[in-house]
T-cell receptor, first 117, second 116 residues
Framework: DTAVSQTPKYLVTQMGNDKSIKCEQN?????MYWYKQDSKKFLKIMFS???????INETVPNRFSPKSPDKAHLNLHINSLELGDSAVYFC????????????????FGPGTRLLVL | AQKITQTQPGMFVQEKEAVTLDCTYD???????LFWYKQPSSGEMIFLIY??????QNATEGRYSLNFQKARKSANLVISASQLGDSAMYFC?????????????FGQGTTLQVKP
């Protein structure tokens, strides 16, 4: 009965490879997000989708391509992986994007630890 | 400019004592929300508490309370009666009301260690 789940939990791969991370939420939320947590633990938004529509793309290299097949799923595909892509990637979801109130809490998945060698 | 600042990289507290984790923010919005998350060593992000800019009372959730001082733009997290399981990294975050994207802006985090 996990609310926000991500697979895989760990991903170790070689530079230049292409990899995907999957996220699913069973909360019935409309908005989903990808955040990146770097080696200094700093968290930064990458993408956000609202009802399958992209609403944030925060100056992320175009090697990163999110895809939302339906509002319960948000996947992240990364092409030509680089050493600097090593990080923890968190998926999150919220009921909506907070247009009516900033209160909409975001619930996070467990994170995917990506290590590029 | 840094929108969320957590000036304490690391804090220690004795078990059963109270501790305050600092957070200051910067926004020109009148409507905004402030959040605190806990990240234990296992890595997940756990929502703790929320404070809205228009909320008249300071938020409380069990042993967590928020010392919200709007004029000073601070939203400090107070943990009462610290427990060993409170050892973790704590993040302050803000959502600006003018944002139509819902994104959270995070501070750098504070690592809390509870000593037995």
């Amino acid at each position: 009965d996990t609310a926000v789940s991500q697979t895989p939990k760990y991903l170790v791969t070689q530079m230049g490879n292409d990899k995907s991370i999957k996220c699913e939420q069973n909360l019935g939320h409309d908005t989903m997000y990808w955040y990146k947590q770097d080696s200094k633990k700093f968290l930064k938004i990458m993408f956000s989708y609202n009802n399958k529509e992209l609403i944030i793309n925060e100056t992320v290299p175009n090697r990163f391509s999110p895809k939302s097949p339906d509002k319960a799923h948000l996947n992240l595909h990364i092409n030509s992986l680089e050493l600097g892509d090593s990080a923890v990637y968190f998926c999150a979801s919220s009921r909506d994007r907070g247009l009516l109130s900033p209160k909409e809490t975001q619930y996070f998945g467990p994170g995917t630890r990506l290590l590029v060698l | 400019a840094q929108k969320i600042t957590q000036t304490q990289p690391g804090m220690f507290v004795q078990e059963k004592e109270a501790v305050t984790l600092d957070c200051t923010y910067d926004t020109s919005d009148q409507s905004y929300g402030l959040f605190w998350y806990k990240q234990p060593s296992s890595g997940e992000m756990i929502f703790l508490i929320y404070q809205g800019s228009y909320d008249e009372q300071n938020a409380t959730e069990g042993r967590y309370s928020l010392n919200f001082q709007k004029a000073r733009k601070s939203a400090n997290l107070v943990i009462s009666a610290s427990q060993l399981g409170d050892s973790a990294m704590y993040f302050c975050a803000m959502r600006e009301g003018s944002s139509n994207t819902g994104k959270l802006i995070f501070g750098q985090g504070t690592t809390l260690q509870v000593k037995p």
